[in-house]
């Protein structure tokens, strides 16, 4: 039996500990914006200004690619970009639109800044925007490094959300089930069919993964073409997967 179901006492005490440490930290160091730094009144938020800045997607959108409609569509109808460019991956779910501004400095500070504690809000509300996607899941598969990128970072910002969201929403987080095979170079500045070749082959799942009939959630942090989540979902079902979804904190709206 958990220990904090025989001594509910325990759990209370530890709680009243937290929100105390809490309470002393914002003392000595105020809580500030996320994205600007001003001040706030709880950590881990936004000031008004940048929550009023972060175009956060919510229904009516697509339900292939996650992308929002101005108006209501009807049930079922997929954007123009789903029908004419069919993506690997079944459905796609992210919570803003990526953009200058707001969005676009978190995902850049959590990238390339090692402000790991990001994660934490940010997996968050990956949690909440891809809820139904999540409900159906078997696991979450972060998109992987290659291991000499890996090595000079020190930190795969996919897996670190991926470890957040597979807390809230009680789903395993399976590191093993897709590697990167071979290194390739930055997908900036590439063309949709330029990204695409610079990812043929770069993905491979182990024969010992367990994937055979499994619906597997990828991990990452921004959808731009999706090429990275098509190569990545095509290794998987190669593998045996039933299906594979995506959630990321923010997508390039095209």
């Keep these: 039996m958990d220990a904090t179901a025989a001594w509910p006492w ?15 930290l914002d003392v000595v160091f105020p809580p500030t914006c996320l994205s600007c730094r001003a001040a706030v009144a709880e950590t881990n938020a936004l000031c008004g200004r940048c929550w009023g800045e972060m175009r956060f997607i919510s ?21 123009a970009q789903a029908v004419d460019n069919p993506p690997v991956f079944q459905r796609a779910r992210a919570v803003v639109l990526f953009e ?42 972060p998109i992987p490094l290659h291991y000499t990128r890996l090595w000079r970072r020190q930190f795969n910002q996919a897996a670190a959300l991926a470890r957040v969201i597979g807390a809230l929403a009680g789903k395993p987080v399976e590191h093993g089930l897709v590697e990167r095979v071979r290194p390739t170079r930055s997908q900036v500045g590439l063309s949709r069919a ?16 367990p994937l055979q009939g499994r619906r597997i959630v990828l991990v990452d942090d921004v959808l731009t073409t999706g090429a990275t989540a098509n190569a990545v979902s095509r290794a998987l079902l190669r593998g045996g997967a039933s299906a594979v979804d995506v959630l990321v904190f923010a997508r390039v709206a095209k």
């Design 10 to 24: 325990r759990a209370r005490a530890a709680g009243w500990l937290a929100a105390a440490r809490r309470a002393a």
């Design 59 to 79: 229904r009516p959108f697509c339900d292939r690619l996650g992308l929002p409609f101005e108006h209501e569509m009807g049930e079922g109808v997929l954007s």
């Design 100 to 141: 200058d501004g707001p969005a676009r400095r978190l995902v850049h500070r959590l990238k390339y800044s090692d402000r790991m504690e990001l994660a934490r809000p940010l997996g968050a509300w990956m949690a909440r925007a891809g809820a139904d996607i999540l409900a159906e899941a078997d696991a979450l598969a």
């Design 194 to 209: 330029e990204r695409a070749q610079n990812l043929q082959g770069a993905f491979r799942c182990p024969a010992t993964a």
